[in-house]
């Protein structure tokens, strides 16, 4: 889907977050961009969505172009949903922007509610939800316009455990059933082993890709039971250890 071939991004301020960063991105792949806090990995997700520009470097898509907008979905830790209007009217959102009307939308906006595991929710407000289920109405309006690629930027870090535990395997269910290509960002080794096919490890600032770990995780009820998971867990946490070193 993807190539990004030695990407380096300096901001004005004279912060460099990226140097020499690259990465292959496989139509369908789960990668987790893993690496501690100021490494890079938003910035880095900014650029694949095309909300910044590379000072160095190249991003190579396969179809000759960038996606579209409504191809590309964007989860951030925030929820940052419409706070005076209902579940649906938030995910509506991205069609209003398109022009498409609210009666014209209903039966998408209906799927992916009940997708998530939202129906009969579709009233609420956002302070009438709890954080996972706000979480829950901000992936389906990234999902609601039937994006071939998913960008999620630690979406469950201010999630109690619990909860988080949920969602993360409710996203791992929709990315079977959807197919589309998602990038997460974690700063968590058991966040990323649970859900990744590839672990990609990036430095400390300035950000480069310093290892791509691919999973066996067997993706099941009890992945977190799995000797493959634990073994993971380990293998990333060694290579962290080393680049720290
Ligand atoms: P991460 O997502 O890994 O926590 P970021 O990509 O958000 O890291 O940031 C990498 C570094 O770049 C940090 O030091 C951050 O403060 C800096 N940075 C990010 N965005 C900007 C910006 N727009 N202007 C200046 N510095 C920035």
Redesign the pocket.
Known sequence: MLTISSVGRR???G?E??RDASLRLNAGDFVALL????????????LIAGLDRPDSGTLTWDAGQPPAPGEVGYVFQDATLLPWASTADNVWLPLRLRGISRDQAEPAIAAVLARVGLKGFESSRPRQLSGGMRMRVSIARALVTKPRLLLM??PFAALDEFTRHKLQADLLALHASIGCTVVF?T?SIYEAAFLARRVVL?TP?P?RIAREMDSSVSHSADTRLDPAYAALVAEISQAMEAELR
């Open positions: 901001f004005p301020t912060t977050a990226l690496g501690p806090s100021g490494c890079g990995k938003s910035t880095l997700l900014r930027d630690e960002v700063h990036m600032r950000g």
